[in-house]
T-cell receptor, first 110, second 115 residues
Framework: TQLLEQSPQFLSIQEGENLTVYCNSS?????LQWYRQEPGEGPVLLVT?????EVKKLKRLTFQFGDARKDSSLHITAAQPGDTGLYLC??????????FGAGTTVTVRA | GAVVSQHPSRVICKSGTSVKIECRSL??????MFWYRQFPKQSLMLMAT?????????EQGVEKDKFLINHASLTLSTLTVTSAHPEDSSFYIC???????????FGPGTRLTVT
């Protein structure tokens, strides 16, 4: 059983559309991180959220951390083909060990 | 951001041989590093925590005698896959947190193919 439930598993959209990826858990996390991974490469850190209710923006990407620090979402506005990749959420619970969600494969069609 | 390197990026070996993968933190020191395994189109599975100067901590179900981890310095951890078999073929990735932060930085991964 995965500690972090990530949804949807796959997402295919047209360039210019918006998308949201969700990461939910029954556990409280001290921090939650979002990564993007391209085939054959390691994950690249996009953002870290640590405060309940926190919202962070990174250009067209908006990240939210739930008030109770159990869930998070990633919203991409006006998606571009360069946003294609595997998006992973990962939570830390007081130590450095990360629990990963199953990942969301995002495909943005030109 | 911090940089983590891995070597080699790809390796092919024959069944029964051993393979060593290196993970280096290039611009920071890491007392802890993590080793993950990833199957195609799946998420990362934590294999073990590498601790500088002490024994590694393995996750449940990971054979410590098969996946030997050594963390000899503050910038280098190695994973040795001993007596490799085709089912060990996978993408192996390491990561390291920077000091005082939960943020982890990942290496580019090593594709191991056992024939």
């Amino acid at each position: 059983t995965q500690l972090l439930e990530q949804s949807p598993q796959f997402l295919s959209i047209q360039e210019g559309e918006n998308l949201t990826v969700y990461c939910n858990s029954s556990s409280v996390f001290s921090s939650l991180q979002w990564y993007r991974q391209e085939p054959g490469e390691g994950p690249v850190l996009l953002v870290t959220v640590v405060t309940g209710g926190e919202v962070k923006k990174l250009k067209r990407l908006t990240f939210q951390f739930g008030d109770a620090r159990k869930d998070s979402s990633l919203h991409i506005t006006a998606a571009q083909p360069g946003d294609t990749g595997l998006y992973l959420c990962a939570g830390a619970r007081g130590d450095y060990k990360l629990s990963f969600g199953a990942g969301t494969t995002v495909t943005v069609r030109a | 951001g911090a940089v983590v390197s891995q070597h080699p990026s790809r390796v092919i070996c024959k069944s029964g041989t051993s393979v060593k993968i290196e993970c280096r933190s290039l611009d920071f020191q890491a007392t802890t590093m993590f080793w993950y395994r990833q199957f195609p189109k799946q998420s990362l599975m934590l294999m073990a925590t590498s601790n500088e100067g002490s024994k590694a901590t393995y996750e449940q179900g990971v054979e410590k005698d098969k996946f030997l981890i050594n963390h000899a310095s503050l910038t280098l951890s190695t994973l040795t896959v001993t007596s490799a078999h085709p089912e060990d073929s996978s993408f192996y990735i390491c990561s390291a947190p920077t000091s005082g932060s939960y943020e982890q930085y990942f290496g580019p991964g090593t594709r191991l193919t056992v024939t």
